[in-house]
Structure formats: C-alpha cells, structure tokens
C-alpha cells in the first residue's frame, strides 16, 4: 500500500485494509522517506500488525540507512517471547512480552521487586511456543557485584525503568482512543517531568550565549513519538528505543524513590571552541583553555604510560574563513584512542568509526547501532550520536557527534570528547587533557573589572605557570568558570 498522504484518503479504512489483509500472518515494516510524512500514521500502522517503521532521511546516504535497516530485521531468531517473574515478589513490570527477537539485538525488561527478604529469584522464559529455559539469579550475590559497577547515571536501574515505561506509555498512544491516549499522555508526562527526560510532551529551553555569530547551527529532525533526549553532563544525545534485557534490583517497597548509589565523575573535555573544559570540584570551579593552532595540527589529549593509553586529536577549521580574521576558529575532526597493552587502535571521525585489533580491522559507521563486547573492551556506538569506550579497568572515553547541515556553508560536522573516570589513569598521565586528571592546586588574585562588568579578569598561578584569567559564569547552575590562553 503506498500513499502520499494527501487530501482524500482515509486513515481508518488505510489501518483497517491492511490489518485484514496481513490477519497476523506476518509482520509489517514501514520505510518513511523524507521530512515531508505522517511518521504517527505509519507508526500506528506497524505497530497494530507486530512490526516497525523507520525513517530514511534525505540528507544522507540513503543505501547505508536501507543497508542499516535490512540488517536489524533480517535475521529473526525468535518469536513470542515471553520473560515470566513471580507474580508476589514483583511490580511495576515494563513490557515483558515480545513478537520478536531479532539476531543483534536484545531484551530488556525492568521493575521492582517488593520482596526484600527473597534470596534467590528466578525468571522464565518461553519463545516459539516450544522453547522454554529459567534463569535462576541469586539476589545477595548479584548486589554485591553491582557495588562494583559504575554507570553514567548513579540511580541507573531506576532511569532505566523509567526511560523504557515512558517509550511504551507513547507507544500505546498510537492506537488507543481519545480519553485513554489522554490518559496515556498524562501519565507519560508526570514521569518525563519527574525523571527530567525530554520528550514529545515536554521542552526544554536552551540559552544560546550572545556572541553566537559563529556557533555551529543543529538541523532540526521530525519528531518521533519513541524517540527521548537524554541530558547527561550538559550533553544532549538522543536515544531510540533498541535494547531490552533482563535487569531487576532491590528497591525499597516503602519508599517513593529507588535505591541509589552516589557516584560523581569529574568531567574533563574537548568539544568545541574553546575546546578544553576541566572541573576542578574541590574549587567547586572549572578551567577553560583554548589552542590556536592551524587546521591539520594533531593534539595529545592523554597519554598514560602505566596503563598503555593514548588520545589524540586533529583538528578542522571552516569551510570559509574571513580574510580579516587573525584567530580561526577550529574543532576536532578526528580521534585516535591506542591501547598497546590490548594492541588496539581506534580511529573515529564524523564518517565512521575503525577498530583495529592486531591485525584484525572492523569499520562502522554513524549509521550503526551495536555494543561490541571483548575481554578488557566494551564499545557501545549509539546511532548518528555518541559512542562509548570502555577498557576494563582503566578509563571510559564518550565520544559525541556534532551534525551540522549538510550543505552548511561554514561549518563541518565535529567531534566532543568526555573522559568520564579520570581517577583510573596513573598519575604519571600527560597531555592537554591528561595534565589535570590528578590533584590541581591553583590561586586566584588580583581580580579586576573587565570591560564587561559580568567578566572580571584576574590572575591565576596553575602549574607553575602565571596567566591572565577571564572569570565568567556556567549557567544554569551558577558554577564559576576561568578562562585562559596557555602559554
């Protein structure tokens, strides 16, 4: 059935042709082409025949989105899955019953359990109507391996249930009726306001600073109803609905909120100009630093000699340049991530993401959607967004695409680096980057107005070195934030 989605059809008699033509037999995948589409409609349209749409958007390589799309579906192994817990010792169960598992992809099922005093737990599965396994977990043991763990967010499990209950919540809308899609959307609401996600049904506001000329402008997307922006670090990534596995906590039945492990990580970053942001927490300040240098050049973010890692950085200016302009502003083009104690190499750049190990190569792209698993490696690469690398032990890179237009006519797409877990460094670490990860002791003094009032300028002594600083302001948080030029 194809349809330009003009004046003089009607889609009830569209949903209900279909429906009776496929009466369950088989599944139904849409491709959306362009901007100018109904995505709800044919949303709605797959998800009442046990299937799933897709957008190909116009401004990129459209047989590597069909290419991306062929590979998820393609291979399914399982049918009617089915993830059963005991009925007394859980609550608040997201989906928990799946048309397909497809090859590649996974399970996610999160919730509550409300009976702390359970010493084991168990889950069956059943699939195919004929397959069946249990997965038996002991409780005590598994708490006492998640203390080791460290996530992005400090209360993950509880987010995670939130994030996937919201994405099924506007799910549902799609072919719900009109008092039970309010329903469903106030529902959705109340937990995106509470657990700060960003939705389709809520906004957020973002303060662009005055001098802006030359900030990279982000091109606008359609609005899905799956899709959820996620805040993290003052970073904005958006995420789509792919991953689902078996992942349960115990959490307080009494209690509004869910047990929560407090973790901080100190932020130290290169993304945009200027590039290089540290935070310093025992100041409650954060250093911010540039490097005129020429488009071409290569920067050593880290290099750690104890651990075998290395982080470099190459750097893109504009398209255009203004004769006049004496500084140029540049970003990073290009990363390269060595460990020679696992003999890998990582290279990255807007187009697509190489891995190499000892002679062994696999290359990705931005397209891609995958968590690649290896002893000492976990590599999560989130589509046209960000990507995660993770070495065992040691340290945890985020790695985050900025899309510009295509056809911008002054801006290249560029690339933000985030060292999550400095402390698993050695101290004998080096680099733009790598110089800050261990203890910094600076002072401030001879703080004098600026020629704008909001922007005093000061001297600092950091390292031995006497600079000249601009003391600005981070909102919204009000954090102080000192600008140098290092000499």
């Keep these: 059935c194809l349809s330009d989605g003009g004046d003089g059809w009607q889609e009830r008699d569209h949903l209900k042709n279909v429906k009776n033509a496929i009466q369950g037999r088989y599944s139904l995948y849409n491709l959306a082409f362009g901007y100018d589409i109904d995505y709800n409609f044919l949303e709605k349209m797959a998800l009442e025949n046990n299937g799933l749409t897709r957008c190909i958007y116009e401004h990129s390589d459209s047989a590597l989105q069909l290419q991306s799309f062929y590979d998820e579906v393609a291979t399914p192994m399982l049918r009617e899955v089915q993830l059963h817990y005991p009925i007394n010792a859980t609550a608040e169960l997201t989906q928990n019953n799946f048309n397909h ?8 099922v999160a919730g509550r359990i409300i009976d702390n005093h359970l010493n084991s737990f168990t889950a069956d599965v059943k699939a195919n109507k004929d397959v069946t396994f249990t997965e038996k977990v002991d409780i005590e043991e598994t708490a006492k391996t998640l203390q080791h763990q460290e996530y992005i967010f400090g209360d993950y499990t509880e987010r995670l249930w939130a994030y996937l209950t919201i994405q099924q919540l506007l799910e549902k809308r799609f072919s719900a009726q009109e008092e039970k899609r309010r329903n469903l959307a106030a529902e959705a609401l109340e937990l995106s306001l509470k657990y700060k996600f960003v939705t389709p049904l809520t906004s957020m506001v973002v303060t662009k600073p005055e001098d802006n000329e030359d900030k990279a402008a982000i091109a606008d ?8 922006l996620i805040i993290l670090f003052g970073i904005v990534t958006l995420q789509r609905q792919t991953l689902v596995s078996c992942l349960f906590l115990n959490m307080p039945t009494n209690s509004s909120t869910f047990s929560r492990t407090n973790i901080h990580c100190n932020v130290f970053a290169v993304d945009g100009d200027p590039h290089f942001l540290i935070e310093v927490p025992q100041k409650k300040d954060h250093l911010c630093f540039n490097k005129n240098l020429d488009p071409g050049v290569v920067l050593n973010l880290v290099k750690d000699l104890d651990t075998g890692i290395t982080v470099n950085g190459q750097l893109i200016g504009k398209k255009k340049v203004r004769n006049n302009a004496q ?10 991530i060595v460990n020679t104690q696992l003999d890998l190499k990582i290279k990255i750049t807007s187009e697509k993401i190489t891995l190499q190990n000892g002679r062994k190569t696999a290359t990705f792209t931005w397209l891609d959607t995958i968590t690649l698993q290896q002893e000492s490696l976990t590599m999560e690469i989130n589509r046209e967004k960000n990507l995660v690398l993770s070495f065992a032990d040691d340290a945890t890179f985020f790695v985050v695409l900025h899309r510009v237009w295509k056809k911008h006519p002054i801006h290249h797409d560029f690339l933000g680096l985030y060292m999550l877990n400095s402390y698993k460094v050695s101290e004998h670490t080096h680099g733009l980057l790598g110089q800050f990860f261990q203890h910094i002791d600076f002072e401030v003094f001879d703080i004098c107005p600026g020629s704008d009032p909001e922007k005093p300028h000061a001297t600092m002594i ?26």
Excluded: A, M
């Design 462 to 487: 950091v390292k031995n070195n006497k600079l000249t600083v601009t003391r600005l302001w981070k909102r919204p948080h009000s954090h102080r934030l000192y600008y140098f030029q290092p000499i």
């Design 101 to 108: 598992y497809y090859d590649g992809s996974e399970i996610v």
């Design 327 to 336: 500084i140029q502003k540049t970003y990073i083009g290009k990363l390269g």
């Design 221 to 228: 997307k359609p609005v899905k109803g799956r899709d959820i």
